[in-house]
């Protein structure tokens, strides 16, 4: 008996406070300012020195040699566990730690993040050169 003379005590005291929890996705929630999220890769800084998948303990990233000077990052984001060794331990700055935490696929083949150099730029000479911008290429949702 005392329990529930409590328990609604507890609830009186209670009814006129806010909601301790969010109405999310419909409301944001704010995020510490060291969150650890997504990573991001700069295939234009990264000289393919490959300290990031030595250092990396899940094994979640491979980078991939796929032209002269040119490297790709493909991050296993169900395997990363966003502990930022890799971002740390990379001596040009080509991997950073972003914010983005909404990672849930309903199929795992699109957690394996690709990131792609921008296409070669066309040869001295051929019609149309463009300086081709920095791209990222990720899969579907990923
Ligand atoms: S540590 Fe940095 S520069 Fe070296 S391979 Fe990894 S991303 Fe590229
Ligand atoms: S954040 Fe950690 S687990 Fe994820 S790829 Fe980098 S080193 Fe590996």
């Known amino acids: 008996m005392i329990k529930i003379g409590k328990m609604l005590q507890q609830l009186l005291s209670s009814l006129g406070e ?4 969010h109405r999310y996705p419909f409301e944001r ?3 510490p300012p060291r969150f ?9 800084k990264c000289i393919g020195c ?8 899940s094994a979640a990233i491979q980078i991939n040699k796929i032209g002269e000077k040119r490297f790709e990052a493909v991050i296993s984001l169900d395997r990363c566990i966003y502990c930022a060794q890799c971002v740390d331990v990379c001596p040009k700055k080509a991997l950073e730690i972003t914010s983005e935490f909404e990672l849930a696929q309903l199929d795992r083949k699109n957690l394996k993040a690709v990131f792609s150099p921008p296409a070669e730029p066309p040869s001295a000479g051929q019609a149309g050169a463009t300086n081709a911008s920095p791209e990222t290429k990720a899969p579907e949702g990923a």
Not at 36 to 44: D, I, N, S, V
Not at 50 to 55: A, E, P, T, Y
């Open 18 to 21: 806010k909601p301790a929890t």
């Open 29 to 31: 929630v704010s995020l």
């Open 36 to 44: 650890r999220g997504k990573l991001k890769f700069y295939p234009e």
């Open 50 to 57: 490959r300290l990031c998948m030595r250092d990396c303990p």
